[in-house]
């Protein structure tokens, strides 16, 4: 009798709302600046939602690359990535039939797109668990509560990365054997991407969205404008596009809001992925105090963010002069630290090393 050859090689299949086909990654990548994605919209969408579709679409591109460029779990080769849509699955379902003992395939989910997948999704992950595709979904919103069908992809799952506190009931659904981590949303950026800039201007930056725009929030920005004039820079869009957040490290601080669910209290340690945006670009993120806190408050205590507390315009006056104080020497050790740790390719990579190799 002959044993099967261990696993030498790992491949990332990325599922994406906006993928289509099975095909390579780079492919889908290098075809997606000139993406028609308007048979995707309403007859009679207006430009706004035109460019936050084009947003979304850079945004989950960008998580695309980042996962098939992650680092390969130690003693793994790094196959080349693919991609793939719901009409990608009846190819995966082919080629997994074909798989072979020596690599390991991981179907990878973001966020709550597997809801996009439909009715089918539970089968779709039983057969291709049954043909040795493992499944990961690092969801960074209420997935276990606001997902209708992730009762249907639970019992598949072999690593869950969330953002929620605690899980919802229908997290009951997981498997002993997945492996299940509460670790906070990061930045879909490759590290080290954006080079460390030396001598940024001395200004903050408010990186906001047009969504959040709260009552709350805007006195905030009334205030830093008052209080800081001309060293205060504010953005209001959708999301800053793929392309232009290297023109971030151009600023010494930003200020990142707290989570678009702030006041409910399953996503009471929950935040944007703004903070660690700025880390990984050289900013020294400044971000308000969640109601417990969590991953943020870890980094605060490191010196690695500058926290004040929910509608305390004294405490951000105060955080926002700490940061635009901060050293070159402070800055880049925010700098080294986002790009190394806080990133979702090197995260995930973390997570999959941990699961024990199956064929």
Known sequence: MTSSPPVSSLRIIAYSQWAGELEPAADYLARLPDYDYSGRLPPDADERLRRMARLDCDWHGECVRCFSEMPAPAGLALAPA?????????????????????????????????????????????FLRKHGVRIACYAFDEASREMACFPALAPHLDVFIHDEFP?????AGLRPDCL???RSWVANVRPFEVPFNEEPERKILFLGSQLGLTPHRQRQIDFLAKTF???????????????????????????????????????????????????????????????QGGRLD???????????????????????????AATTEERRR????????????????????????RT
């Not at 990608?88 to 996009?116: D, N, Y």
């Not at 601080?253 to 340690?269: S, V």
Request: net charge positive; charged share 20%.
């Open 82 to 126: 693919w991609t793939l849509g719901v009409k990608g699955f009846a190819a995966l379902a082919e080629r997994a039939k074909t798989k072979t003992s020596s690599e390991a395939w991981w179907l990878v989910f973001m966020g709550q797109q597997p809801a996009h997948v439909g009715a089918p999704l539970g089968p779709l992950c039983a």
């Open 229 to 291: 004039k001309d060293r205060f820079v504010a953005s209001h869009d959708h999301s800053v596009s793929v392309g232009g957040r290297a023109q971030l490290n151009r600023y010494t601080a930003g200020l990142c809001p707290e989570g678009r669910k702030f006041a409910t209290p399953a996503m009471a340690r929950a935040h944007t992925d703004r903070p660690f945006w700025c880390g990984c670009m050289g900013l020294v993120p400044v971000s308000e105090n969640s109601a």
């Open 180 to 182: 299940v981590r509460h």
């Open 298 to 324: 870890e980094l605060a205590k490191e010196g690695l963010i500058r926290r004040y507390g929910h509608g305390d315009l004294t405490g951000l006056r105060e955080a926002a002069e700490a940061a635009l």
């Open 334 to 357: 925010i700098y080294e630290h986002f790009n190394r740790h806080e990133t979702v390719g090197p995260v995930l990579s973390a997570a999959l090393a941990q699961v024990p190799a």
């Open 167 to 171: 899980l919802g009931p229908a997290a």
